[in-house]
């Protein structure tokens, strides 16, 4: 697994406040109807979003849309300047990796989970990889541990490691702790915004949730009937809906 070294970091810092994601007039339609209507967003580096908006708002859709796991109907999305159609699927999901509301996991142990995706790039994780992305999620001596034994809490922990093995430069959490009962919600809500802090990421996280949206990004988007209503600094977007 790739570290981030001090230079790095160092640059990451200095790019901050750079475009990063840019999508122009991004639709998508299912069956005649419109499900995401010309959004047009940008996302700098080191950005934390919260994409906010009743249940049934396009949301979940306009995430899947960024890193193509449904294609758009119409519309552009560009990273760092590119645009992602040039982008090789696999690579672009690495760089902008997703966790979804309710963990897949494949059957096997939790290192065979995490080694999955640096493994389709021809990267081996060692033992101790492995150990330390699971002491990052709170879940140090779990490798061995079948997934059938898991929590949905502790599945959910592990589907952010597997996430974090790839080295994404973005993260896009889908409803991430909404299956989880409330103490498990606070303790994957704390720890993500620890690793979103430590590792500088971009994140793009979608809430139903307008407290946990406050809570955890500077900046919102709110989304109705598939439509961008706003944009802007958390506090001001939310409070105003």
């Excluded at 699927?89 to 902008?96: G, S, T």
């Excluded at 406050?214 to 209503?229: D, F, K, Q, S």
């Amino acid at each position: 697994m790739k570290h981030k070294s001090e230079t790095e970091a160092v640059t990451m810092k200095q790019n901050q406040g750079f475009v990063y994601l840019r999508t122009e007039e991004l639709s998508w339609q299912r069956n005649g109807q419109q499900i995401v209507e010309e959004i047009s967003v940008e996302v700098s580096r080191g950005d934390i979003v919260a994409v906010a908006g009743p249940s049934g708002a396009g949301k979940s859709s306009f995430l899947r849309l960024l890193n193509r796991l449904t294609e758009p109907t119409s519309g552009k999305v560009y990273l760092e300047g590119q645009d992602y159609t040039e982008i090789a699927p696999q690579e672009l999901r690495r760089r902008l990796g997703m966790v979804m509301q309710l963990p897949y996991l494949f059957p096997g142990t939790v290192a065979e989970n995490i080694r999955f995706g640096p493994a389709q790039r021809g990267q081996q994780l060692g033992d101790s990889e492995i150990s330390e992305l699971l002491e990052r999620v709170s879940l140090g001596g779990y490798a061995a541990r079948d997934i059938s034994n898991l929590s949905v809490g502790e599945a959910q922990r592990v589907s952010l490691a597997r996430t974090l093995a790839n080295d994404p430069e973005v993260l896009l959490l889908d409803e991430p702790t909404s299956a989880l009962d409330r103490a498990a919600e606070q303790e994957v809500e704390e720890l993500i915004r620890e690793i979103i802090t430590a590792q500088q990421l971009t994140c793009l996280i979608v809430t139903h949730n307008m407290e946990q949206a406050r809570r955890m990004a500077e900046r919102a988007m709110l989304i109705r009937e598939g439509r961008l209503i706003a944009m802007g600094p958390a506090k001001e977007v939310l409070n105003a809906d």
